[in-house]
Protein backbone atom coordinates (compact mmCIF):
# COMPACT_ATOMS: atom_id res chain seq x y z
CA UNK A 1 0.00 0.00 0.00
CA UNK A 2 1.18 3.24 -0.90
CA UNK A 3 0.05 6.86 0.45
CA UNK A 4 0.51 10.09 -1.16
CA UNK A 5 2.30 11.97 2.26
CA UNK A 6 2.27 15.84 3.12
CA UNK A 7 5.47 15.49 4.86
CA UNK A 8 8.55 16.96 3.21
CA UNK A 9 11.83 15.16 3.19
CA UNK A 10 14.64 14.85 6.02
CA UNK A 11 16.17 18.04 4.16
CA UNK A 12 15.54 21.42 5.88
CA UNK A 13 16.31 23.26 3.08
CA UNK A 14 13.14 25.56 2.02
CA UNK A 15 11.64 24.75 -1.48
CA UNK A 16 11.40 21.38 -1.28
CA UNK A 17 8.26 19.89 -1.81
CA UNK A 18 5.84 17.43 0.01
CA UNK A 19 4.54 14.62 -2.32
CA UNK A 20 1.30 16.33 -2.45
CA UNK A 21 3.07 20.00 -3.84
CA UNK A 22 4.60 17.92 -6.41
CA UNK A 23 1.76 15.89 -7.66
CA UNK A 24 -0.32 19.15 -7.61
CA UNK A 25 1.98 20.43 -9.86
CA UNK A 26 2.21 17.69 -12.42
CA UNK A 27 -0.10 14.67 -11.36
CA UNK A 28 0.23 12.22 -14.17
CA UNK A 29 3.99 12.73 -14.12
CA UNK A 30 4.29 12.38 -10.32
CA UNK A 31 2.22 8.96 -10.31
CA UNK A 32 4.00 7.77 -13.34
CA UNK A 33 7.24 8.32 -11.35
CA UNK A 34 6.61 7.47 -7.99
CA UNK A 35 4.45 4.42 -8.76
CA UNK A 36 5.85 3.45 -12.00
CA UNK A 37 3.84 0.64 -13.46
CA UNK A 38 -0.39 0.96 -11.92
CA UNK A 39 -0.72 -2.84 -12.82
CA UNK A 40 1.17 -3.54 -9.72
CA UNK A 41 -2.11 -1.83 -7.73
CA UNK A 42 -5.56 -3.56 -7.59
CA UNK A 43 -7.19 0.00 -6.30
CA UNK A 44 -6.58 3.87 -6.24
CA UNK A 45 -8.16 5.55 -4.01
CA UNK A 46 -8.44 9.22 -4.30
CA UNK A 47 -10.05 12.43 -3.90
CA UNK A 48 -12.93 13.81 -6.73
CA UNK A 49 -11.01 17.21 -7.15
CA UNK A 50 -8.02 15.13 -8.25
CA UNK A 51 -9.50 12.53 -10.22
CA UNK A 52 -9.95 14.93 -13.76
CA UNK A 53 -5.68 15.38 -13.37
CA UNK A 54 -5.42 11.38 -13.84
CA UNK A 55 -8.34 10.02 -15.06
CA UNK A 56 -6.91 9.53 -18.79
CA UNK A 57 -3.90 7.91 -17.12
CA UNK A 58 -6.31 5.24 -14.72
CA UNK A 59 -8.36 4.33 -17.92
CA UNK A 60 -5.11 4.05 -20.12
CA UNK A 61 -4.03 0.94 -17.17
CA UNK A 62 -7.71 -0.60 -17.68
CA UNK A 63 -8.80 1.21 -13.78
CA UNK A 64 -12.85 1.39 -14.07
CA UNK A 65 -14.51 3.38 -11.04
CA UNK A 66 -15.88 1.58 -8.31
CA UNK A 67 -17.56 3.43 -5.89
CA UNK A 68 -17.91 6.80 -4.85
CA UNK A 69 -18.30 8.35 -1.40
CA UNK A 70 -19.53 11.38 0.24
CA UNK A 71 -16.81 13.37 2.03
CA UNK A 72 -17.78 17.13 2.67
CA UNK A 73 -19.85 20.06 1.65
CA UNK A 74 -16.95 22.16 2.34
CA UNK A 75 -13.31 23.28 1.39
CA UNK A 76 -11.10 21.23 2.84
CA UNK A 77 -7.02 22.24 2.82
CA UNK A 78 -7.16 23.50 -0.90
CA UNK A 79 -9.91 22.03 -3.28
CA UNK A 80 -13.55 21.17 -2.90
CA UNK A 81 -13.03 17.39 -1.83
CA UNK A 82 -16.18 16.69 -1.54
CA UNK A 83 -16.03 13.11 -2.84
CA UNK A 84 -13.48 9.72 -2.41
CA UNK A 85 -13.56 7.96 -5.27
CA UNK A 86 -12.33 4.33 -5.39
CA UNK A 87 -11.04 2.61 -8.83
CA UNK A 88 -10.43 -1.03 -9.32
CA UNK A 89 -7.85 -2.49 -11.58
CA UNK A 90 -10.35 -4.50 -14.45
CA UNK A 91 -8.65 -7.79 -13.60
CA UNK A 92 -9.56 -7.30 -9.94
CA UNK A 93 -13.02 -7.49 -10.82
Known amino acids: MSLLTRSTALSDSKGTLDESD ?17 SAFS ?5 ESEER ?13 MRRFFHSHFKI ?6 AVV ?5 DVL
Open 77 to 82: DRDLQS
Open 53 to 65: HVLQLLLHNSFLE
Open 22 to 38: RFLTSPSEFVGDVFGNL
Open 86 to 90: VYSWR
Open 43 to 47: HIVLF
